[in-house]
């Protein structure tokens, strides 16, 4: 019997996988937000909790977003600083 993992530890998980990527593109992330709160999809009645976090690199200010409970045809971990390497703005 499997459990479902709770939103906080869901949310741990995902930000330390993309806080990862990010730094092994040579990206040196911050901050810049996190909400906590409901969301409702287009066409979907239902209030769901989400937490989202957002960060942005200090040198070439590509982000990350880390969503909890993404849209149906959304994704949970996005943004340029997963898959582009930092390059330094002068």
Known sequence: ???????????????????????????????????????????????????TGHWECKDCSRTVTVQTTPPPNGIDIGGGAVVVYCFKQP
């Open 1 to 51: 019997m499997s459990r479902e993992p709770s939103l906080q530890t869901r949310y741990r998980n995902l930000r330390k996988s993309a806080l990862e990527s990010c730094r092994w593109r040579g990206h040196r992330m911050k901050l810049v937000h996190t909400l906590y709160g409901y969301t409702s999809h287009l066409g979907d009645p239902h209030y769901l909790y989400c937490i």
